[in-house]
């Protein structure tokens, strides 16, 4: 069939799958395995991705979902937030309920009060992205582990990725920009990031789940498909 195919094929599926029932994760369970490892990244983008057609009806038992944007550059103005408008329509398709989509800016309080505001909420799963590269403003995982009254650790397995990936045959030679993206909240888990660095991380917060994806719109997307997706799948019903 092609890309147009496999497109046309993802929406009959999911279609099917509002009406036969089920919780949102079956209903993605029965969407096309868009994260196969064979496939390349660029063709599981395309082929998960879609114009959105009419909204599907969402599923009473679906995850309460928020979306955030972290970074002062799209509180401002001075660039587009693509990534939470391409993850909504990837999750409303899917039979996700959304409440908001928030932009934040690099402050450490403002995340602080805001993820908090979340988690009273009662919010399920929390969805966002920027926050996670080497400098200095890059602050979600050192927020998240506050957040989570938590410390921040160094992940061996994304280090051993990183090593791998890189030709690496000791520590010592690691980047320490390589060694910050690899330093998570020790309560999280780690998720690789196939066409970039910074790894997706989830972090459970007192029953609200926060999956950090990194802010870049193409690692973003391919991270989505290769983990959140599935993710989804597997913890909700």
């Given at each position: 069939f092609g890309v147009a195919g496999d497109a046309c094929l993802h929406r009959e599926r999911v279609r099917k799958g509002y009406?036969?029932?089920?919780?949102?994760?079956?209903?993605?369970?029965?969407?096309?395995?868009?994260?196969?490892?064979?496939?390349s990244l660029s063709d599981l983008v395309s082929r998960f991705a879609q114009e959105p057609t009419e909204p599907a009806r969402m599923a009473a038992t679906a995850p309460m979902i928020e979306l955030y944007s972290v970074g002062t550059e799209l509180v401002y103005g001075r660039i587009q937030d693509s990534n939470s408008f391409w993850m909504a329509q990837q999750i409303v398709n899917l039979g996700g309920r959304i409440r908001r989509t928030t932009q934040l800016t690099d402050d450490r309080e403002d995340m602080l009060e805001a993820?908090?505001?979340t988690v009273d909420r009662g919010t399920d799963l929390v969805i966002m992205s920027g926050g996670l590269g080497p400098t200095p403003d890059d602050m979600t995982s050192s927020v998240l582990a506050e957040l989570g009254e938590t410390t921040l650790v160094v992940d061996e397995g994304v280090i051993a990725d990183f090593m791998d990936r890189r030709g690496i045959d000791s520590r010592e030679e690691m980047n320490p920009n390589l060694v910050a993206m690899a330093t998570i909240p020790a309560t999280a888990s780690a998720m690789l990031n196939p066409v970039g660095w910074a790894p997706c991380i989830a972090v459970p917060v007192n029953g609200t789940t926060f999956l950090a994806l990194p802010g870049p719109p193409r690692e973003m997307e391919a991270v989505f498909v290769r983990h959140v997706v599935p993710y989804i799948s597997e913890h909700y019903e």
């Open positions: 009406a036969a029932g089920g919780g949102f994760g079956k209903r993605l369970a029965r969407a096309p395995r868009a994260w196969d490892e064979r496939a993820f908090q505001s």
